[in-house]
């Protein structure tokens, strides 16, 4: 039997020091992929928290203007198969302090905030993705909602919740069917009476 020559051991050496390295570069760009599609639900996930946030100044800047115009409560109502806000014409009344603010509050809803210019056209870019705002009377107290378009499908919120319910939905068999990427946040508005 003849021993193998020391230059045939090194080629075969050579071979699988290859394959090691091949593999080790396999094993990295799974690991890159991974890393990659954590960041874009990380991305996803700040973005939803973002927009709760927003919601959520929104919804206490509606709540203030109810509470300081308390006399004239009623006229914020906002029904729900008409919200304010995306794909909705703000109110332009200014005659009295409740449409001001219903038209101010629909403005910030739409993101009038920040706006840029695009081939001489201006978009709004600022606040919700398709944020929407409803104001209902229930049982004399007034339940505002602001709704939101969420990045990542959750359950969708409660059905008594039905501002912006069903302008969310996504395709049958996407992620965002049945409102699925519909949030909503909410409070109740109590005004006690104050007269003697």
């Given amino acids: 039997m003849v021993a193998p020559s020391r ?3 090194n080629r075969r050496q050579r071979g699988v020091l290859l394959i090691e390295v091949l ?16 960041q874009v639900h990380l991305q996803r ?12 100044l929104l919804l206490s ?14 006229a914020y109502l906002v029904a729900v198969s008409s919200p304010l806000g995306a794909g ?24 009038a905030a920040e706006t840029v210019v695009v081939g001489g056209v201006t978009a709004t870019t600022g606040g919700l993705v ?13 339940l505002v909602t602001v709704a939101w378009q969420g990045q ?17 939905n996504g395709s049958i068999g996407s992620d965002c069917a049945d409102d699925r990427c519909r949030r909503a946040v909410t409070t109740l508005v109590r005004l006690a009476d104050l007269s003697p």
């Fill in 45 to 56: 996930t700040e973005l939803d928290a973002y927009q709760r946030s927003q919601a959520l």
């Fill in 61 to 74: 800047d509606m709540v203030s203007r109810i509470s300081t115009n308390r006399s004239h409560a009623s």
């Fill in 130 to 142: 398709n944020g929407r705002g409803c104001i209902e009377n229930v049982n004399g107290d007034y």
């Fill in 7 to 9: 230059a045939a051991a």
């Fill in 23 to 38: 593999v080790t570069l396999v094993i990295v760009s799974i690991g890159l992929l991974g890393l990659a599609g954590a």
């Fill in 152 to 168: 990542i499908a959750l359950s969708p919120p409660p059905a008594g919740v039905a501002c912006g319910a069903g302008s969310y």
């Fill in 88 to 111: 909705a014409s703000c109110p332009t009344g200014t005659a009295t302090v409740a449409q001001l603010d219903l038209a101010e509050w629909c403005s910030a809803l739409q993101g």
